[in-house]
């Protein structure tokens, strides 16, 4: 059974910090890319960042330089480190995991919420 539990979500000021984990089960991690995605009230689910298993990140442009992904492959744990934090960042982030050997695996986790407010 494939499990992936988020933590670190919260209220924080603008300009503020954050940092995410995402921890995971039934999987071979490393085989997998993973990612934070957000959701803002009424709006779709977009991407923030996606990190491959050996490393390689993308970022959507509107966190390039605030936000860094990260990952621990021996832990099976993914992070987002969240700086000067914005309130159009505020949204329920989540984690996912997903591979492609023939099909598409995907898997995501329940969901963080982050709300920046003063």
């Known amino acids: 059974q494939v499990q992936l539990v988020e933590s670190g979500g919260g209220l924080v000021t603008p300009g503020g910090s954050l940092r995410l984990s995402c921890t995971a089960s039934?999987?071979?991690?490393?085989?997998?890319?993973m990612g934070w995605y957000r959701q803002a009230p009424g709006k779709q689910r977009d991407l923030v960042a996606t990190i491959t298993g050996d490393g390689r990140t993308n970022y959507a442009d509107s966190v390039k330089g605030r936000f860094t992904i990260s990952r621990d492959n021996a832990k099976k744990t993914q992070s987002l480190e969240m700086n000067n934090l914005e309130a159009e960042d505020t949204a329920v982030y989540y984690c996912?995991?997903?591979?492609?050997?023939?099909?598409?695996?995907?898997?995501w986790g329940q969901g963080t919420q982050v709300t920046v407010s003063s």
């Open positions: 039934g999987i071979i991690f490393s085989s997998y890319t």
């Open positions: 996912k995991a997903a591979m492609w050997d023939g099909r598409l695996r995907a898997y």
